[in-house]
């Protein structure tokens, strides 16, 4: 069942007169909520805003897994220190820990480049092609719809990367009711120019991950280049920097309680719009889950690293990435709890159904929405095995590298358009370069022990949920698996560069004739992993064709409610608004906005993870804060709270304020509000910003960087 445009856009109407603070928004969606950007105090014109092909939103990027944005006119990038750890990690070794010691590159031959599939994109287009996209599907269910919708985009896409150094994607809003193509010119050639070292970017780690308040400097300063003649290229000493359409602006101004600010980035993905079934699963299995199993993981690696300096080191990004998953995840199900989601969304559900069936067009939405509901209900026997196997693919350096091999020589006889997305010739480079940066993130030791802490948990299933190829590599047994991972690893040539080059490069007969261990795995797994995925392709076939129908229903019901509807998040850009705000997050306990370094002398413990470096403690002792402190208590601030709308993927995004000048870096969400992706409680909703205040006064005065400061176009004082 398809929206009628009238319903939905008188629905889309009201909903964007709704004032909230909730809401991650289309650029495009800005002019219709001029009136409340202007009374929340936006000094701009919303219209501006629309175009994210304009300034100032063509100068916010996509970078690694996150936010990063434009603040010279010679491609310096501002993003977070965990966005780009990866890249400091990539470049450090025993001897040269960029990770403990921070990098200030003395000049442009000192700027070091990144990981080789480390990718900066900027959006140049995003266009609606809704009919497009759905034109061959009408009419077809499950792997076909399925199909239809990946051919035709897959079409679009090719189309679009026509033209040289663009990547292109396809992204549903409202899950399936409408398509948009996004078009990125996107550089390969990333530098890290500057680094704080980890005490300052990550002040506090786990402790204070996700806490207010916090005292972290989370940035870090990057550099894109393109070749002489003006291109996207592979990083070569001839490149020369890249000079973005605009940037921002450093404000030499702070901010507030109360203040205006504005944020825009490349928010994940959010589930607000999501079933009361899909809610519960969320919280009674799923977060708990999946606790667990990466908490098992996260140990292994740091048992591992205890011992071995070289391999803590390697697998530094990967275990940083492990302990936020696994402290958002603790974080979201605590705050679904306590915002008592499941029943509050149950009930929301049931008096929108209830309210559905007095409509005209109750009646004939029904059968899709009962279809939506049964569709969700199935597959429980088997998420706990697809979640481990999936694992399989992200959580191992070597094995994944092998499966990608593996994968990519089936895909490649076939034409293109027709080949596994993530496969495709546009893919071939970044597969290339993912295969290229093994050396120096993985350990056979550490490997070994993370598939078994993996597998252990999954011969556990019942035989029902187990799957023969994958029994057959691993074993049924301890003993089996150990045994397995013993010959598979002892006997690999695949930790070799020169060998993973080679297959690469080979042609497939030759790869389907290999036999070392390790590709005669990813092999024999590969029957498992594709029926896996094809229950998957039938599943979401069925769900976009459907799931528009529960999503024509529900934004009715909250026009009726008078509220904001904006697609859940899907790594397209954003724009939220709000303001410098406290939180009261308990009874007796209410927090202020703003955090000062006097918090990193309290703090400090001179012990991992309140090791505050010496010549910080020594500039706080020093009290040099002039041109950077609060002008109201003399105070240097260090990070800020405001009620922006946030989740995963924002972080690095820059936050504006009224003026449009960059006063704040996104870095974290309070504890309270870490299950925003699923429900926005207004109550506890915060996002974590470092104030550019501390940024620029830790270049200033701390490791000072005086020609970076000149081209961010901000004084030495």
Known sequence: MRIRSMMLGAAMALALDANADEGMWLPSQLPGIAKNL??????????????????????????????????????????????????????????RDLIANGYVAADRAGELPANPDYRLRVTVGFDKVTDRILSAARGKTGRAYFDAVDAASKALVAACEGEKGYKCSVATMFYGRDFYLVKQLELRDIRLVYAPPRAIGNYGDEIDNFMWPRHAGDFTILRAYVGPNGEPADYSPDNKPYRPPSHLKLATEGVAEGDFVMLAGYPGITYRHRTAAEFADQVEWRLPTSVAVLKALQDVIEAKGKGDKEAG?????????????????????????RSDAVAVRRDDEAAMLAWLATQPEGKALQPDIDAVMALI??????????????????????????????????????????????????????????????????????EKALVTSMMLRYQQLPDAARLPEVDAVFGRTPADLAAALDRIYAGTGFGADAERTRLFAASPADVAANRDP??????????????????????????????????QALIAYREKQGKAVYPDANSTLRVSYGKVTPLAARDAVTYASLTTVAGIV?????????????????????????????PKTGAMPVDFLSNLDTTGGNSGSPVLNAKGELVGLNFDSNWEAVSASWMYDPRYKRAIHVDMRYMRWLIDKVYPSPALLRELGVPRH
């Open 38 to 95: 202007k009374n929340a105090g936006f000094r701009g014109d919303p219209k501006d805003l629309a175009d994210l092909t304009r300034a100032p939103l063509n100068a916010v990027v996509r970078i690694g897994g996150g936010t990063g944005s434009f603040v010279s006119d010679e491609g310096l990038v501002v993003t977070n220190h965990h966005v780009a750890f990866g890249v400091i990690q990539y470049n450090s070794k025993p001897g």
């Open 313 to 337: 080191i390697r697998y530094a990004a990967q275990l940083q990435s492990l302990k936020n998953g696994i402290k958002r995840f603790s974080g979201e199900l605590e705050g679904l709890q």
């Open 377 to 446: 209900a199935r597959g429980k026997d088997v998420r706990e095995r697809d979640l481990l196997v999936g694992l399989l693919s992200t959580q191992t350096q070597l094995l994944k590298g092998a499966l990608a091999v593996d994968r990519l020589s089936v895909e490649r006889p076939k034409p293109d358009e027709q080949r596994e997305t993530g496969y495709q010739k546009r893919d071939e480079e970044l597969i290339r370069s993912q295969l290229k940066q093994i050396q120096r993130r993985y350990d056979p030791a550490v």
């Open 518 to 551: 390790l590709l005669v795995a990813a092999r024999a797994l590969r029957p498992a992993m594709l029926r896996i995925e094809d229950e998957r392709k039938s599943r979401e076939g069925d769900l976009l064709r459907l799931r528009p129908a529960y999503m």
């Open 602 to 630: 309290e703090k400090n413990t001179g012990k991992e993870p309140f090791d505050a470096p010496k010549p910080l403690l020594d500039a706080i002792r020093k009290g040099d804060f002039a041109g950077y402190a609060d």
